[in-house]
């Protein structure tokens, strides 16, 4: 069974603070990694998307990927009360064409 | 249209009754998912459409789920014989390719009483 995994939370910052939100996965052959936010009640929304090792920086979103360690993070910097939300890591299944979701991170950020 | 489309976006129903959910793609995008989300867990795959391919269909969790996708565009998703533990909320996703970044629908709520 491939499997995504995710700390469940809730992660609790204070704003400005750096939010960092972490993500491994099972399948090896994966290429295509994925963030999505989700804000209660609401459908999950793209917000970054990596394939290559290294970091991947769109504003204040920071994507970090090794596949040696199978591992995929989302750095969060100047952290804003509008950032709380769960964010989903999603991890494309190599043998399929689906994405698999961890369970997802509650993020919370404190004025 | 601009986004994902789906219908009904709220429905309840009787335990042991049909349902249909409807999604409308993204025009142009030819992977379609399929995905289900119980209250606080992770979204559990379904089903997805690739082109003219043949479905995915590993992640359906009983025979009582199918689904259908019509000219490669809309795609109706059919529980038969509802249970109360189908409640959760469908969501439905597209994107240009298997694979790729999914933009999801609004989804719709289900409740079995």
């Known amino acids: 069974q491939k499997e995504v995994e995710q700390n469940s939370g809730p992660l609790s910052v204070p704003e400005g603070a750096i939010a960092s939100l972490n993500c491994t996965y099972s399948?090896?052959?994966?290429?295509?990694f994925f963030w999505y936010r989700q804000y209660s009640g609401k459908s999950p929304e793209l917000i970054m998307s990596i394939y290559s090792n290294g970091d991947k920086e769109d504003g204040r979103f920071t994507a970090q990927l090794n596949k040696a360690s199978q591992y995929v993070s989302l750095l969060i910097r100047d952290s804003q009360p509008s950032d709380s939300a769960t964010y989903l890591c999603?991890?494309?299944?190599?043998?399929?064409?689906?994405?698999?979701f961890g369970q997802g991170t509650e993020l919370s950020v404190k004025p | 249209g601009a986004g994902v489309s789906q219908s009904p976006s709220n429905k309840v129903t009787e335990k042991g009754k049909d349902v249909e959910l409807r999604c409308d793609p993204i025009?142009?995008?030819?992977?379609l998912y399929w995905y289900r989300q119980s209250l606080g867990q992770g979204l559990e795959f379904l089903i997805y459409?690739?082109?003219?391919?043949?479905?995915?269909k590993s992640g359906l969790p009983s025979d009582r789920f199918s689904a259908e996708r019509t000219g490669g565009s809309v795609s109706t998703l059919t529980i038969q014989r509802t249970q109360q533990e189908d409640s959760a909320v469908y969501l439905c996703?597209?994107?240009?390719?298997?694979?790729?970044?999914?933009?999801f629908g609004s989804g719709t709520q289900l409740s079995v009483l």
């Open positions: 399948d090896r052959g994966s290429q295509s």
């Open positions: 025009s142009g995008h030819t992977a």
């Open positions: 999603a991890v494309n299944d190599n043998q399929g064409g689906k994405l698999i």
């Open positions: 459409f690739q082109g003219n391919s043949a479905p995915d």
């Open positions: 996703a597209s994107s240009t390719r298997e694979g790729e970044k999914l933009f």
